[in-house]
């Protein structure tokens, strides 16, 4: 074989080899529908790549939270909600109870409707969301409020408040301690409502009219807790639109430097299965042509 025809030989074997490696990365990126799965596809592109899927996978988690927080204030507002209704329902109780009209008996028959409503106050207390109390500070295992002797009312949990990771460096607080809910800061409701029972039982027309008091301490209270968990629940939807954008904003950037173009693989295919088809005949050609000179 001359020395121009191993060149021309070398060339087309060169280019041969080119389309059928154009040719395989086109079928790869139709298959995958991935432009880029390897270092070596594009560098830079790659290492994008790599940082955007951890910052996703971080929002993805902050999202995950913010949800996870979202169910305990909408089950904690609800539960609050209730409260309030059974704790304006014994105050309507405690009017009845403290006219002069109402007898030692009609009180005792009204204290058996209020212990129910005590009950159903501590129920609620101890609400939970996925087995976890939501009103037990950070001591999500416990049951929060025990009832006890003489309608008396114990605190299991903690003062501290739960908090969950919203951002780099960002907390967001998603629960109040049933310590401040129930049990203080102005007045304890179940005290409140045992001291009325207390009353209520003996007769004590004082102790029926203090109750309307703390009673009345007690409404304001909860109605304290429902606006900071309002707030909390507020600053939560709008952390989660936030992260919803970050969210898409991360994933077009993914897409754009992942995500192949199909049109553009379909067109390369059918360009470079073209190409190799043209190089391999003439690869055939030329080699055909050498081999009949060399047998002369």
């Known amino acids: 074989m001359r020395v121009a025809d191993q060149q021309m030989y070398g060339t087309l074997l060169a280019n041969l080899q ?18 880029v799965t390897q270092p070596s596809d594009d560098p ?23 949800q996870f927080g979202t169910a305990r204030l909408d089950a904690a507002d ?33 204290a058996q409707e209020v212990r129910q409503l005590h009950h159903q106050l501590i ?53 109040l301690p049933g310590s401040e809910v129930f049990s203080g800061p102005t007045t304890n409701v179940f005290d409140s409502v045992s001291n009325l029972l207390s009353a ?9 009219d203090t109750a309307i008091g703390t009673l009345d301490q007690a ?13 909390m629940a507020n600053r939560l939807e709008v952390t989660k ?7 898409t904003t991360i994933r077009q950037a993914l897409s754009n430097n992942q995500d192949a173009d199909l049109t553009a693989a379909i067109t390369q295919l059918s360009l470079q299965q073209v190409a190799v088809e043209a190089a391999s005949r003439a690869f055939s050609k030329i080699f055909d042509t050498s081999l009949l000179t060399m047998l002369q």
């Open 44 to 66: 830079a592109a790659f290492g994008q790549i790599v940082l955007d899927k951890s910052s996703l996978a971080q929002t993805d988690q902050w999202i995950r939270n913010v």
């Open 241 to 247: 639109t936030a992260l919803d954008t970050t969210t």
């Open 123 to 175: 129920q609620l207390a101890n609400t939970d969301v996925s087995g976890q109390a939501i009103f037990a500070g950070t001591e999500t295992n416990v049951t929060p409020f025990v009832i006890g002797s003489g309608d008396s009312v114990t605190y299991q949990g903690n003062s501290e408040s739960q908090s969950i990771g919203v951002g780099r460096n960002q907390t967001a607080q998603v629960l």
């Open 78 to 110: 609800s539960a609050l909600g209730q409260v309030q209704n059974i704790l304006t329902r014994i105050r309507e109780l405690t009017i009845q109870a403290r006219s002069d009209t109402t007898s030692a008996q009609g009180r005792t028959t009204i």
């Open 200 to 208: 209520l039982e003996s007769n004590n027309a004082a102790g029926i």
């Open 18 to 35: 080119r389309s059928r490696q154009q040719l395989l990365q086109a079928q790869e990126q139709i298959s995958s529908q991935k432009k």
């Open 219 to 231: 409404t304001n209270q909860i109605s304290n807790a429902q606006g900071k968990i309002g707030a």
